[in-house]
């Protein structure tokens, strides 16, 4: 296929947005079962109901867990 041709261009960018929608799928899957590994090994503690108070310090490990499980989703993907 000529690199050049109209054809190739749509297919790159249909092939573009499909890792862009597989990265957006895993990435939200990835939050999504790291928030609630967290919940499980922090079960004595309810972080929702303690962010809804306004503890700053529980807010700022679940941003914290929020980054850094998008940095390693990011980096794998």
Do not use: C, H, Q
């Not at 296929?1 to 862009?20: E, K, N, Q, V």
């Amino acid at each position: 296929m000529d690199p050049f041709s109209w054809s190739y261009t749509l297919m790159m960018y249909l092939r573009g947005i499909g890792w862009a929608i597989v990265a957006a799928l895993g990435f939200s899957f990835g939050i999504g079962l790291a928030i609630k590994v967290f919940d499980w090994l922090s079960a004595d503690i309810d972080e929702w109901e303690e962010i809804k108070k306004g503890n700053i310090g529980v807010a700022l490990i679940v941003v914290a867990l929020i980054l850094m499980v998008g940095i390693l989703v990011y980096k794998v993907i």
